[in-house]
């Protein structure tokens, strides 16, 4: 009888304390569930300059010599192909620009820019080993402009993933979206901005404000606009951005909801991209996409990102998903989903 | 295990971010509760959500597709709740946990009766339980959520306790037999 008392107990708390609306989503997509918010997709303008600029920053890019992050870092690049492959071959910049703000040390050890995304690294150490985690973050240009946030990967104190690092030391590489620019600098000048606030207590740090200069790499583009209908959906292939930290693709289609008797609150594809090269073809899976805009065009970013591959490029979308987010009878949220198999295949060439 | 999970999992071990989408609205829930029960703050029961979700996204290669999700899902949770929860020094810390969490709530229950008659008869409420709740440390508020919360047996507990099934079956004794001395006296 105590046992049933306890058990009820427990479920009243829990249900009083934690509602069904409570939605983790938004906020963990922005740390491992990548999304990239929906942008204006922007014109690519190829140049013989900003080809030469290209091949100069790449070439220099190469000699440089590889920087060794702190452990907590080294494990989180280690988890993003895209980022393990730029930091071995030496792609990043140390920056090593260190603040010292009510006893924490806030460290941005190494950053990288390049077409698809612009990362940053940096840890934390607390001075008493209480745990803080980064808040209101920003990201802008020297015009002002703020880069949207696509990606976070969090080393925290202790975590399984956290290899040597110092006691009470966390690491974060977040990247932000640099599609929006579309003059491929030669150099970015950026400015980022942070708060800090403690995982146990009220207290806040800063903010913290960083500025440094880094150079800009630019991608192998290829804007096809091709499209190609399938099972009475038209799928058009806008853009893909190949850069050494990524490999991402902007496709649209409208949702074939009059086929059916639901409708879906979006619908997402499912894609992958090879390349063929002597008949050895290599693959690039679907990793991350962004919730369709008002186009129903999604950015799709692959891994890994095949930056040193060439050969004919072909893009399948081998499914189409339409979800709805909705409550089970027993009123547990889950998501229903309705899949469309079929292929869409597009060949492309990439410079 | 359920088609959609399945097929959540399925698609996260490819690198389908929408797995791990299908994932969290499926378990967000029950996971904020389990560890806001370990934890007693909301917010910080939503920090250890999020890790968990990261971890699981993380090393969702090392899970056994064939095994329910449920239950190694919320062993992290779990056990970031505990280490979080474990920076609030308010509890009081014993030697073992699953023998002395289980005993020192329902003793603390029964101690609060005032007659064996009242003892059976007296209605615990949710707000008698959680008062007691605070009082034991994140481990020990983890023993009884997974015994009461979850509903885990003793065998499910020993396997996710790492310990043999012997010892969890004779701790959960020891406990109910000391709780029947505490009754008794009590009287």
């Known amino acids: 009888m105590m046992e049933q008392q306890i058990k009820e107990g427990l479920q009243e708390i829990a249900e009083r304390h934690i509602g069904d609306e409570r939605d983790v989503w938004p906020a963990l997509q922005t740390k491992v569930a990548p999304k990239i918010p929906s942008q204006p997709r922007s014109r690519w303008r190829k140049t013989r300059r900003g080809w030469a600029l290209s091949a100069l920053a790449i070439l220099l890019l190469v000699v440089t010599a590889v920087y060794a992050v702190a452990p907590a870092l080294q494990s989180l690049f280690d988890m993003d192909s895209g980022l393990k492959d730029v930091h071995s071959s030496g792609l990043g910049y140390a920056l090593n620009q260190s603040q010292v703000v009510n006893g924490v040390a806030i460290t941005l050890e190494w950053a990288y820019a390049d077409e698809n995304r612009i990362a940053v690294a940096y840890t934390v150490n607390p001075a008493r080993g209480e745990q803080y985690e980064p808040f209101a973050f920003t990201l802008t240009d020297e015009a002002g402009h703020q880069f949207p946030s696509t990606m976070g990967l969090v080393s925290a104190d202790g975590s399984e993933v956290n290899g040597g690092a110092s006691p009470g030391e966390s690491g974060y590489v977040f990247s932000f979206d640099s599609s929006s620019i579309t003059h491929r600098p030669e150099m970015l000048d950026l400015h980022l901005e942070m708060s800090l606030k403690s995982a146990t207590t009220a207290k806040t740090v800063g903010p913290v404000s960083f500025r440094f200069e880094i150079p800009f790499t630019p991608g192998r583009i290829a804007a096809p606009q091709q499209r190609v209908t399938a099972d009475g959906v038209t799928i058009t292939l806008e853009k893909v951005t190949l850069t050494p930290s990524a490999l991402t693709a902007v496709i649209c289609f409208t949702g074939p909801d009059d086929a059916y008797e639901d409708t879906y609150e979006m619908w997402l594809p499912i894609s992958h991209i090879d390349v063929i090269n002597d008949g050895e073809q290599a693959r690039a899976t679907l990793g991350t996409q962004s919730d369709p805009d008002e186009d129903g065009c999604t950015t799709n970013r692959y891994f890994p990102s095949l930056y040193h591959h060439d050969g004919v490029w072909r893009l399948t979308v081998t499914e189409l998903v339409g979800i709805n987010r909705g409550y089970t009878e027993t009123g547990e949220p889950h998501i229903e989903q309705k899949r469309i198999s079929g292929n869409w295949t597009f060949e492309f060439a990439l410079p | ?187």
Request: positive net charge; aromatic residues 10%; proline residues 3%.
């Open chain 2, 1 to 187: 295990m359920k088609n959609y999970e399945a097929e959540a999992i399925r698609q996260l071990k490819k690198g389908d971010i929408l797995g791990l989408k299908t994932l969290v609205y499926g378990y967000q829930t029950k996971a904020l509760r389990v560890a806001y029960l370990i934890t007693g703050n909301s917010d910080l029961a939503e920090e250890c959500v999020q890790e968990a979700f990261i971890q699981a996204y993380q090393h969702i290669g090392r899970f056994d597709a064939r095994r329910p999700f449920a239950p190694w899902f919320l062993r992290i949770v779990s056990n970031i709740a505990i280490r979080r929860g474990q920076q609030d020094q308010r509890y009081v810390s014993l030697d073992d946990p699953l023998y002395e969490a289980e005993a020192m709530l329902f003793a603390s229950l029964m101690n609060q009766t005032v007659t064996p008659d009242e003892q059976v008869a007296k209605k615990i409420t949710a707000e008698e339980i959680w008062n007691l709740l605070q009082k034991l440390s994140p481990h020990q508020r983890e023993v009884i959520v997974s015994r009461y919360y979850l509903d885990m047996s003793e065998s499910e507990m020993a396997k996710e306790l790492k310990t043999a099934p012997g010892t969890v079956k004779w701790r959960l004794y020891a406990a109910r037999q000391r709780l029947r001395t505490l009754l008794v006296g009590s009287g």
